[in-house]
């Protein structure tokens, strides 16, 4: 019988979907691998209080799937995998529920190395390392990812604004920034302090208040407008599901690139943007410097920061060629950036599977 998450239009012929259920430690959640042909899955874990086991599985496909693409894009040596669990990250059982899922991380062996996503912070990292050495972000390397996120995103504005308008400059330029968070926050920083006119909007009014205090010339809106300004950049940096195909014709802006994943409701989505000239920057490329930091710790020769913010200033040609073939193919950019993150994948996957023919011939008649 086939199982039934493979029934849903989030599943995309993943190689590994494993439940994740101990009464004993109250852990929930689920852990999924999409693709490991360039090398072990990696992916973030998120801890959210989601409300069924559905969304949870939904989640956990479109993150990993995500990530496949994300480790392709950057020139990375690595597949695409998630970790979701379902609990509130302040659930006073919090830790035993963690040890848990460590527990449950070093049963794949190094198949999935994981760190840092929403509700999960570095301090819980430190705290999952006592119990697995497949967690990676740790305070004497990566560290938090979230600094990295943003400065990737930030050279994708940076790109996207000389494509559209001729000048990378950000100065004069109005963005919206759509969750002020670790990630969203620092775009925030790194936008302010080059002169850009921001506008921002938290479900939290502590962070946006934090912000103002640091960034006096900042302006604050609810989150049922920030969508809706008249700016250059929106940038979503909350959760995903962020821009549905009725919000199209609200949206102001010139451009969209933000650090959340997953911020398309559906493909259709895309090209709705594209169609109204509205250049749509693939979450994978703007966050891409996460993941970038993290995996350095599993480099050949080591973490090195330098490496790190060599290989994130990388994604900038890598955004104008999709930027440029976008535009002499009139497709947008998602489906440009997917043509090329495939290539990288599957011409990899061939070669792979032409050696491995050819040593089980040699094995063969040795």
């Given at each position: 019988?086939?199982?039934?998450?493979?029934?849903?239009?989030?599943?995309?012929?993943?190689?590994?979907?494993?439940?994740?259920?101990?009464?004993?430690?109250?852990?929930?959640?689920?852990?999924?691998?999409?693709?490991?042909?360039?090398?072990?899955?990696?992916?973030?874990?998120?801890?959210?209080?989601?409300?069924?086991?559905?969304?949870?599985?939904?989640?956990?496909?479109?993150?990993?799937?995500?990530?496949?693409?994300?480790?392709?894009?950057?020139?990375?040596?690595?597949?695409?995998?998630?970790?979701?669990?379902?609990?509130?990250?302040?659930?006073?059982?919090?830790?035993?529920?963690?040890?848990?899922?460590a527990?449950?991380?070093?049963?794949?062996?190094?198949?999935?190395?994981?760190?840092?996503?929403?509700?999960?912070?570095?301090?819980?990292?430190?705290?999952?390392?006592?119990f697995?050495?497949?967690?990676i972000?740790?305070?004497?390397?990566?560290?938090?990812?979230?600094?990295?996120?943003?400065?990737?995103?930030?050279?994708?504005?940076?790109?996207?604004?000389?494509?559209?308008?001729?000048?990378?400059?950000?100065?004069?330029?109005?963005?919206?920034i759509?969750?002020?968070?670790?990630?969203?926050?620092?775009?925030?920083r790194?936008?302010?302090?080059?002169?850009?006119?921001?506008?921002?909007?938290?479900?939290?009014?502590?962070?946006?208040?934090?912000?103002?205090l640091?960034?006096?010339?900042?302006?604050?809106?609810?989150?049922?407008?920030?969508?809706?300004?008249?700016?250059d950049?929106?940038?979503?940096?909350?959760?995903?599901?962020?821009?549905?195909?009725?919000?199209?014709?609200?949206i102001?802006?010139?451009?969209?690139?933000?650090?959340?994943?997953?911020?398309?409701?559906?493909?259709?989505?895309?090209?709705?943007?594209?169609?109204?000239?509205?250049?749509?920057?693939?979450?994978?490329?703007?966050?891409?410097?996460?993941?970038?930091?993290?995996?350095?710790?599993?480099?050949?020769?080591?973490f090195?920061?330098?490496?790190?913010?060599?290989?994130?200033?990388?994604?900038?040609?890598?955004?104008?060629?999709i930027?440029?073939?976008?535009?002499?193919?009139?497709?947008?950019?998602?489906?440009?950036?997917?043509?090329?993150?495939?290539?990288?994948?599957?011409?990899?996957?061939?070669?792979?599977?032409?050696?491995?023919?050819?040593?089980?011939?040699?094995?063969?008649?040795a």
């Amino acid at each position: 019988m086939t199982p039934k998450y493979k029934l849903l239009p989030e599943f995309k012929n993943h190689e590994q979907v494993i439940e994740l259920n101990d009464p004993s430690s109250g852990l929930k959640g689920f852990i999924a691998i999409h693709n490991t042909t360039l090398g072990p899955a990696l992916g973030g874990t998120r801890i959210f209080p989601y409300e069924s086991k559905l969304q949870a599985l939904k989640d956990v496909l479109r993150l990993s799937h995500a990530m496949t693409y994300k480790s392709a894009i950057a020139g990375l040596k690595f597949g695409g995998g998630k970790g979701v669990i379902i609990a509130d990250p302040k659930d006073k059982n919090i830790k035993k529920i963690l040890r848990a899922y460590a527990e449950k991380i070093s049963e794949l062996k190094g198949r999935f190395h994981t760190g840092e996503d929403v509700g999960l912070s570095e301090d819980d990292v430190q705290y999952l390392l006592k119990f697995s050495p497949y967690f990676i972000g740790k305070s004497n390397q990566a560290g938090d990812p979230s600094p990295y996120a943003a400065l990737s995103a930030f050279f994708c504005i940076k790109v996207a604004l000389k494509n559209k308008f001729g000048s990378e400059k950000i100065k004069g330029r109005t963005f919206a920034i759509k969750g002020v968070g670790k990630t969203g926050g620092e775009l925030a920083r790194l936008i302010y302090k080059e002169g850009g006119n921001v506008i921002v909007s938290d479900i939290d009014q502590a962070k946006t208040k934090k912000l103002t205090l640091d960034m006096p010339k900042i302006t604050v809106v609810p989150t049922s407008e920030i969508q809706k300004q008249v700016c250059d950049v929106y940038a979503p940096c909350a959760m995903g599901d962020d821009i549905k195909l009725s919000d199209v014709k609200n949206i102001k802006a010139a451009i969209i690139c933000g650090t959340a994943n997953n911020q398309l409701t559906t493909p259709e989505v895309a090209e709705s943007l594209f169609k109204n000239g509205i250049i749509h920057i693939p979450d994978y490329i703007a966050n891409a410097g996460g993941l970038i930091d993290v995996s350095a710790e599993l480099w050949k020769g080591g973490f090195s920061k330098r490496r790190v913010l060599k290989t994130i200033k990388n994604l900038r040609p890598v955004l104008t060629k999709i930027l440029s073939e976008s535009k002499k193919t009139s497709k947008n950019p998602d489906v440009e950036a997917s043509i090329i993150a495939e290539k990288n994948f599957t011409q990899h996957g061939h070669k792979l599977n032409i050696a491995l023919k050819t040593i089980k011939a040699i094995f063969q008649y040795a």
